[in-house]
């Protein structure tokens, strides 16, 4: 039997926050958490006509990453904010179906970047297009996601504009690598607050802003979201790492292939310096790197990765920023909306996949 299209989102509501019916106990917060599904529907309906492009490869390409699936934490997160003001009226809507456009048209040219060959459990996009038109199909879903904002007024560009910068300069120094006698795991925390925490952040404040909620409520929502974003990442490093690819969508080790910088392996690096045993872990793990190395002694090499104490040290460390995202909440008034933002920072770092 199908579900119903009411179901398929309230599942991913609580896929998005780890909301579970529980969290929802009083009439008070069962309506809330109504506003937020029906907020939703618009967003997907929003998404799907305008991801539709009349030139069919363009169409084509530009539907493939959201028909592959996705949480809609970023939308979901702009819903949830709003309800500290009058809700989810047409311009949160707008404002979060932009947001997550930008999301998804990051995608598209990270995975260029990274040489990545599967997202979402799909094959990358730019494995069935190729890399040019994975970047411009990049580059039509950011002139999407422009336009929508545009329609918002000189507030929302100026927001939109801020986050696009920061998730340029993210990229462009994850790519060249921390400068002499620049702590690598301060760079990589940095890195990780502009391409993830920045548009995380972005959601939460446009669901304050377009609301009309009261202006003392931005910075701390603002600040949660950024904090919450790097705590997401880091609580991926570690997914990386698990061999349950129906979970994660990806290979284990998928990030460290394709030289991508991850707390697990930065402390690894750290601690090989005075460390015999992480030294000789860390070079099974470099030579894994080789083109011709062979694949089951990486996996190997990964999956001891896994189990080394800077895995959990990078869990510690993502919970850390989650905890910091939660005090960041502290102004805001008790209720639903600080009670789903408090769970959704304790579901990032219980989550596996």
Known sequence: MTPSPSIVRRRTLGASLGLGDALFASNEEKSFARAIEAGLEKVEAGLTAQLSFADDIADAAGRYLLDAG????????????????EGASDDVVV?????EITHVASLY??????????????PSAQTVWGNSVAILTGDLLFARASKL???????????????????????????????PGQDPIEHYLGVLADKTGSLISCAALVGVIFSNAPDEYRKPVEVFGEKVGV?????????DLSAAIEQTGKAAGTDLRAGVPTLPLLYLRREAQTDAEAAALLARLDA???PDADTELFAQAV?????HPVTEATLAEARRWADDAVAALEPLPEGPVKKSLSRFAQAIVERSG
């Open 70 to 85: 996705g949480k809609r934490v970023r939308p979901v997160l702009a819903l949830l904010t709003a309800q500290l003001g």
């Open 95 to 99: 404002a979060a179906q932009a947001v």
């Open 109 to 122: 040219h990270d995975d260029v970047m990274d040489d990545a060959q599967v997202r979402r459990g799909v």
């Open 149 to 179: 904002i545009a329609g918002l007024g000189e507030r929302a560009l100026t927001i939109q504009a801020d986050v696009f910068e920061r998730l340029c300069l993210g990229q462009l120094h994850e790519t060249v690598g921390p400068q």
């Open 231 to 239: 705590a997401f990442q880091l609580v991926d490093d570690v997914i």
């Open 288 to 290: 894994g790197l080789a």
């Open 303 to 307: 999956a001891e990765l896994r189990e």
